[in-house]
């Protein structure tokens, strides 16, 4: 019995690798930016696809980052590039699942990957868009003139690689799990807000080997503010981007029970109800994992209600009276 058309459609869908398909129409296989969940394949006129397999469809479906239009199952791929009717598309794909006599033109082996763990179509469009974004070079317009983070810490080794920007020109600070890139924190004047669909993990500098500190802020632009006021070295710093969710709590831990000997964790929240309540479950977790080695310090601003952009404002200001102070004992301690 022949099958329907949407049998065959659904077919289509789940049969066919749409990493296969697409490296047999000239896109190649760039396995720097892939993972074991999505795939990353370039292809003509500068076109990149993200790939991935819906977890709760198992359709292989597809973003392209240069066009936000131009994405969904292997239907929607071929319809795109074909530009005719979804019969020429049936009849297109048919020799990839067998129910032709023609035998489709395969690639190497070499040029695409055999299979790839189930992922949300929400983080495939996460990563889509993340893929789109360029890393700030040293300079930036809004974290420069509006949060006076200086152009030299925008260009420090440890944030090389951490700090992004988007078509709009929102600073873009991504953040990572277990399986790799979850979501992104965006900042611009008067918008504040995380990537939609996707999930808070951890916001980290680059680590070295000789971090003795590790620094939780409450978002990137603080971690960025307090390095910018105590410039310390052997610190590694983490944003949690609010309120911690489950995931985060993990990550955490991990990173605790992987500090060397003797490391300090320093709570930089803000100084308000909502910073002291997430000092107190950082430093819950890091009891949990019984290493008396470690000292657990409070590190916030010396102003109730505010954080650590605002002290860097302050005294970039030079001393206008803002009622800060410079936490001149908190320098000394990281010396």
Request: charged share 25%; hydrophobic share 35%.
């Amino acid at each position: 019995m022949l099958p329907t058309r949407q049998q065959e459609i659904d077919d289509f869908k789940q049969r066919i690798n749409l990493t296969e398909y697409v490296a047999a129409q000239g896109y190649v296989l760039d396995r720097k930016e892939s993972s074991r969940n999505s795939v990353t394949m370039r292809g003509p006129g500068g076109d990149k696809l993200i790939i991935g397999k819906d977890a709760n469809s198992g359709h292989w479906i597809y973003f392209s980052v240069r066009n936000d239009a131009d994405n969904g199952t292997i239907i929607d791929f071929v319809q795109n590039r074909l530009q005719e009717g979804l019969g020429a598309v049936r009849k297109a794909l048919r020799p990839w699942v067998g129910s032709s006599p023609h035998l489709p033109r395969r690639p190497s082996p070499e040029g695409f990957v055999g299979d790839v763990e189930p992922i949300s179509r929400d983080l495939a469009w996460i990563r889509a868009q993340f893929a789109a974004m360029r890393p700030v070079q040293g300079t930036h317009l809004y974290l420069e003139q509006e949060r006076l983070i200086p152009a030299a810490v925008l260009a420090d080794p440890r944030f090389a690689g951490r700090i992004y920007t988007d078509r709009h020109g929102n600073a873009v600070f991504p953040h990572h799990d277990r399986d790799g890139l979850c979501g992104f924190e965006l900042r611009n004047t008067r918008f504040k807000g995380f990537a939609k669909g996707g999930q808070k993990g951890l916001w980290y500098s680059a680590p070295t080997s000789g971090d003795q500190n590790l620094v939780i802020t409450e978002s990137a632009i603080e971690s960025l503010s307090y390095h910018a006021l105590h410039s310390a070295e052997g610190t590694r710093y983490f944003s949690i981007a609010g309120e911690m969710n489950p995931v985060q709590r993990q990550l955490l831990e991990s990173a605790f029970r992987k500090l060397p000997p003797g490391a300090s964790i320093r709570m930089a929240t803000n100084h308000d109800a909502g910073g002291r309540h997430l000092a107190e479950q950082i430093k819950a977790i890091a009891l949990a994992t019984s290493r008396e080695d470690l000292a657990l310090i409070d590190n916030y601003p010396e102003r109730e209600g505010a954080d650590w952009n605002d002290v860097l404002r302050a005294v970039v200001g030079q001393g206008r009276e803002n009622g800060f102070r410079h936490q001149t004992n908190v320098t000394l301690i990281l010396k």
